[in-house]
């Protein structure tokens, strides 16, 4: 007998507390199911669903990597080496080839100094001085055990991405729509496609996508008071590379998601902010994907040319402010014959 399986969210077919046994849910989700009150979680195809797992198992990975950063700078300050005070990546390739001498045993300033690039910033007489430490053989050993986590994990990330790379034929289409807006990488475009998939027809609007990634404000209400308007918890994957588009894109000179940042960070902070361009962000990917349509900029005075009517009011109003009455005196067009 063929059956339709629905996955339901836990949240949503909470029972009366103080109820609960095996029986009493089953009776409990039967009668939901009998009403039709249970909507199905997103689960996708087996295809978006090994793109995840990659995907989610290379963040956790970069993650790592960024620990092991971390406690390898934090052995070198130890050692009072200011080594990320004078290379912008302690990691780069003057980083490593200054922490490969000093875990070789070299701890002279001078010859430490002269493996940097010679493109660096910093001059020798700056890094002779941050090189100046007292390592040990406690540090060097430190130094050696978190390069070489460093290097496995490097290792790791680049098998995950070939892999990635193989298993792309379905998503190519949608990563180069998604790399045409503005934020968005190829990798962030990777990303957003293993979480949400390639069909869209399973959000019946772009609105039904931000609020199950997120990204719309809360609903809670009572007595005629807004408590609270906070994001919800959402996709947390999914939710944090948009949210790292939306920067990356709110620095996009002379586009829409530059005006709309900045038009709401004046009001509402760069937090809110940022928070509504991921949404816009999501919102064209939703609109690209389900049509396949290109990505079309609405452009930095998108906003001017909507609310036109309101920003002479709201410009006036400033004047009255100031101190001064305006007439507003229409400017002639001149038609060219």
């Known amino acids: 007998m063929a059956f339709t399986l629905v996955l339901a969210n836990a949240a949503h077919v909470k029972n009366v507390p103080g109820r609960k046994t095996d029986i009493n849910d089953a009776t409990w989700l039967a009668d939901l199911l009998a009403h039709g009150l249970i909507r199905a979680s997103f689960v996708p195809e087996s295809e978006t669903q090994d793109m995840r797992a990659l995907l989610r198992t290379r963040k956790q990975l970069v993650r790592e990597k960024a620990s092991h950063i971390q406690r390898l700078q934090k052995t070198l300050e130890d050692a009072n080496i200011k080594l990320d005070s004078v290379v912008a990546d302690i990691v780069g390739k003057s980083g490593r080839a200054i922490i490969d001498a ?40 430190m130094l050696n055990l978190h390069l070489q986590q460093i290097n496995a994990l490097d ?49 019946p609007t772009a609105g039904h996508l931000i609020s199950w990634a997120g990204l719309c404000p809360g609903n809670d209400e009572s007595a005629g008071k807004r408590r609270s308007t906070r994001l919800r918890k959402g996709a947390p994957w999914l939710k944090t590379t948009l949210v790292q ?9 002379a586009s829409y998601t530059q005006a709309q940042f900045h038009r709401l960070r ?6 809110k902010a940022v928070c509504a361009v ?46 001064f009455a305006a007439e507003l005196t229409p400017i002639p067009i001149a038609v060219s014959l």
């Not at 998503?171 to 998604?178: A, K, N, P, W, Y």
């Not at 004046?266 to 937090?271: D, E, M, P, S, V």
């Open 245 to 253: 588009c939306a920067w990356s894109a709110s620095r996009k000179k």
């Open 155 to 203: 290792a790791a990330i680049t098998e995950i991405d070939r892999e990635v790379d193989v298993n792309l034929a379905p998503f190519r289409t949608g990563v180069e729509l998604l790399t045409s807006i503005p934020g968005i990488s190829t990798l962030s475009a990777q990303v957003i496609l293993s979480e949400i998939g390639t069909d869209m027809s399973r959000f």
């Open 102 to 141: 000093l875990i070789a045993g070299d701890s002279d300033p001078a010859k430490l100094a002269a493996l940097a690039d010679t493109r660096i910033r910093s001059s020798q007489n700056k890094l002779r001085e941050a090189l100046s430490g007292r390592i040990r053989r406690h540090h060097r050993f």
């Open 278 to 323: 991921a949404a816009s962000i999501l919102t064209a990917a939703y609109h690209m994907l389900k049509d396949g349509t290109q990505y079309r900029d609405l452009g930095p005075d998108h906003f001017n040319r909507r609310s036109k009517q309101q920003q002479t009011n709201r410009l006036l109003k400033r004047l009255a402010d100031l101190g």
């Open 266 to 271: 004046a009001r509402r902070g760069a937090k």
